[in-house]
Protein backbone atom coordinates (compact mmCIF):
# COMPACT_ATOMS: atom_id res chain seq x y z
CA UNK A 1 0.00 0.00 0.00
CA UNK A 2 1.43 3.53 -1.24
CA UNK A 3 1.48 6.07 1.26
CA UNK A 4 2.83 9.46 1.40
CA UNK A 5 3.72 11.29 4.52
CA UNK A 6 3.93 14.86 5.28
CA UNK A 7 5.74 16.69 7.79
CA UNK A 8 7.06 20.15 8.33
CA UNK A 9 4.38 22.48 8.52
CA UNK A 10 3.67 25.17 11.45
CA UNK A 11 2.93 28.53 12.06
CA UNK A 12 5.21 31.61 11.07
CA UNK A 13 5.65 35.46 11.40
CA UNK A 14 6.28 37.30 7.30
CA UNK A 15 9.22 36.90 5.95
CA UNK A 16 10.15 33.55 7.95
CA UNK A 17 10.44 30.00 6.66
CA UNK A 18 9.42 25.93 6.94
CA UNK A 19 10.67 22.77 5.24
CA UNK A 20 8.33 20.15 4.15
CA UNK A 21 9.50 16.91 3.48
CA UNK A 22 7.16 13.96 2.29
CA UNK A 23 8.46 10.19 2.20
CA UNK A 24 6.67 7.78 0.41
CA UNK A 25 6.47 4.12 1.37
CA UNK A 26 5.03 0.78 -0.32
CA UNK A 27 6.59 2.04 -3.46
CA UNK A 28 9.89 3.41 -5.37
CA UNK A 29 8.45 6.32 -7.38
CA UNK A 30 12.11 7.19 -9.41
CA UNK A 31 10.65 7.10 -12.73
CA UNK A 32 7.61 9.36 -12.24
CA UNK A 33 7.29 12.95 -11.01
CA UNK A 34 6.35 14.01 -6.81
CA UNK A 35 4.91 17.57 -6.18
CA UNK A 36 3.50 19.92 -3.73
CA UNK A 37 -0.14 21.28 -4.01
CA UNK A 38 -1.57 23.40 -1.40
CA UNK A 39 -5.41 24.35 -0.47
CA UNK A 40 -6.20 27.71 1.26
CA UNK A 41 -9.83 27.92 2.57
CA UNK A 42 -12.36 28.19 0.22
CA UNK A 43 -9.82 27.82 -2.48
CA UNK A 44 -9.28 25.68 -4.91
CA UNK A 45 -6.10 23.27 -4.95
CA UNK A 46 -3.35 25.13 -6.59
CA UNK A 47 0.56 23.49 -8.26
CA UNK A 48 3.25 24.82 -6.42
CA UNK A 49 6.40 22.96 -7.52
CA UNK A 50 7.14 19.22 -9.04
CA UNK A 51 10.25 17.20 -9.78
CA UNK A 52 10.21 15.08 -12.92
CA UNK A 53 12.14 11.99 -11.10
CA UNK A 54 13.19 10.25 -14.95
CA UNK A 55 14.96 13.71 -15.45
CA UNK A 56 14.79 15.71 -12.77
CA UNK A 57 13.28 18.58 -14.04
CA UNK A 58 11.42 21.07 -11.58
CA UNK A 59 8.45 22.74 -12.06
CA UNK A 60 7.37 25.78 -10.15
CA UNK A 61 3.69 27.41 -10.31
CA UNK A 62 2.96 30.96 -9.75
CA UNK A 63 1.62 33.25 -6.73
CA UNK A 64 0.91 37.18 -6.45
CA UNK A 65 2.29 37.50 -10.09
CA UNK A 66 5.21 35.87 -9.16
CA UNK A 67 6.64 32.59 -9.98
CA UNK A 68 7.20 30.29 -6.86
CA UNK A 69 10.76 29.27 -7.80
CA UNK A 70 11.70 32.58 -6.41
CA UNK A 71 11.11 31.48 -2.76
CA UNK A 72 10.28 27.89 -3.32
CA UNK A 73 12.58 25.01 -3.86
CA UNK A 74 11.64 21.38 -4.51
CA UNK A 75 14.63 18.68 -3.79
CA UNK A 76 14.41 14.99 -4.24
CA UNK A 77 15.99 12.15 -2.67
CA UNK A 78 15.63 9.02 -4.72
CA UNK A 79 17.82 7.21 -2.11
CA UNK A 80 14.92 8.03 0.61
CA UNK A 81 12.03 8.19 -1.94
CA UNK A 82 11.55 11.54 -0.28
CA UNK A 83 10.62 14.97 -1.28
CA UNK A 84 11.44 18.48 0.08
CA UNK A 85 10.08 21.48 -0.35
CA UNK A 86 12.02 24.19 1.39
CA UNK A 87 9.66 27.53 1.79
CA UNK A 88 11.39 30.85 2.35
CA UNK A 89 10.45 34.44 2.64
CA UNK A 90 6.58 33.34 3.45
CA UNK A 91 3.60 35.56 3.17
CA UNK A 92 -0.13 35.44 4.68
CA UNK A 93 -0.81 34.31 1.32
CA UNK A 94 1.02 30.95 1.84
CA UNK A 95 -1.25 29.88 4.63
CA UNK A 96 -2.57 26.94 3.67
CA UNK A 97 -2.67 23.25 3.84
CA UNK A 98 -0.10 21.91 1.47
CA UNK A 99 -0.41 17.87 0.24
CA UNK A 100 2.61 15.93 -1.53
CA UNK A 101 1.52 14.30 -4.14
CA UNK A 102 2.95 11.52 -6.41
CA UNK A 103 3.13 9.82 -9.78
CA UNK A 104 4.13 6.68 -12.17
CA UNK A 105 4.09 8.56 -15.18
CA UNK A 106 6.94 10.36 -17.36
CA UNK A 107 4.98 14.21 -16.89
CA UNK A 108 6.87 17.34 -18.45
CA UNK A 109 6.09 21.13 -17.82
CA UNK A 110 2.36 21.12 -18.60
CA UNK A 111 1.34 17.67 -17.34
CA UNK A 112 3.13 18.18 -13.79
CA UNK A 113 1.17 21.17 -12.91
CA UNK A 114 -2.59 19.27 -13.30
CA UNK A 115 -3.77 17.16 -10.45
CA UNK A 116 -5.28 14.02 -11.92
CA UNK A 117 -1.63 13.06 -13.12
CA UNK A 118 -0.50 12.02 -9.75
CA UNK A 119 -1.90 8.70 -8.44
CA UNK A 120 -1.05 8.83 -4.62
CA UNK A 121 -1.97 11.74 -2.65
CA UNK A 122 -1.20 12.60 1.74
CA UNK A 123 -2.94 14.20 3.86
CA UNK A 124 -1.50 17.39 3.91
CA UNK A 125 0.58 19.58 6.52
CA UNK A 126 -0.72 23.08 7.57
CA UNK A 127 0.87 26.10 7.27
CA UNK A 128 0.33 29.28 8.54
CA UNK A 129 1.85 32.60 8.05
CA UNK A 130 0.70 35.79 10.14
CA UNK A 131 1.40 39.28 9.85
Do not use: H
Not at 1 to 17: A, M
Not at 85 to 93: A, E, H, S, T
Amino acid sequence: QVQLLESGGGSVQTGGSLKLSCAASGRTFSSGAMAWFRQAPGKEREFVAAVTLWNGSTYYGQSLGQSLKVRFTITENNANNSVDLQLNDLKPDDTAVYYCAAGSSQLGPVSSRRLGEYDFWGRGTQVTVSS
